[in-house]
């Protein structure tokens, strides 16, 4: 029973310092900007977004389906912003998990821990100059994915996932590589 401890601990250091990243993100990004956001995320719904925005559909889609049963009780603004904050956060825990995960395939817990610290933190350094970006959230447990995919050769999985990372951002086809 010990080393499941020991495993649920990690995890669970894990998740904390992706909320600490996801709380930096909200407090830089989301809460100043959240006003420009919802002009942009409401123009690549409508199809009228500039180049290329316009083919980034993954997560707009995804804000619009967390936001949806809200759009009946709150303001569009509103219902966006709670839809945005909770893809945000969903992201952001998808890629610290995924790679660690990835780094756990090469190194002990303690080194892979280290190497999310690092992602955490240069995260939060690199959201200060962010804006509407929400697939730059989940791209890099896109990519973990796939490397870890590709390790235990579960291809069939590797084009699926690059299917929904083309759908997030069109460097997604990168992941086949």
């Known amino acids: ?29 989301i809460a100043p900007g959240y006003k420009g956001a919802f002009e942009l995320f409401g123009q690549i719904l409508n199809r009228s977004a500039p180049s290329p925005y316009a083919y980034r559909v993954l997560a707009p889609l995804l804000i619009e389906a967390l936001a949806a049963p809200l759009s009946g009780l709150l ?11 909770v893809y945000c956060l969903a992201a952001i825990e998808f ?6 995960r990835m ?29 509407f970006q929400p697939w730059s959230l989940i791209e890099t447990g896109f990519y973990a ?9 579960h291809f069939g999985w590797a ?7 083309a759908l997030n951002r069109e ?5 086949a590589l």
């Open 103 to 131: 780094l756990r395939l090469w190194f002990d817990a303690m080194l892979a821990l280290f190497g999310i610290a690092m992602f955490c933190f240069m995260f939060a350094v690199a959201a200060r100059h962010e804006y």
């Open 145 to 153: 994915a796939a490397i870890i995919l590709g390790v235990r050769r």
């Open 1 to 29: 029973m010990r080393p499941l401890l020991g495993i649920v601990r990690v995890e669970g250091v894990v998740l904390a310092w992706g909320f600490a990243a996801f709380y930096i993100f909200l407090m830089q990004v």
């Open 159 to 165: 084009v699926m996932l690059t299917v929904a990372a």
């Open 95 to 100: 890629s610290t998990v995924i790679l660690f």
């Open 75 to 85: 303001k569009p603004q509103t219902a966006f912003l709670v839809g945005y904050s």
């Open 171 to 175: 460097t997604g086809l990168f992941v």
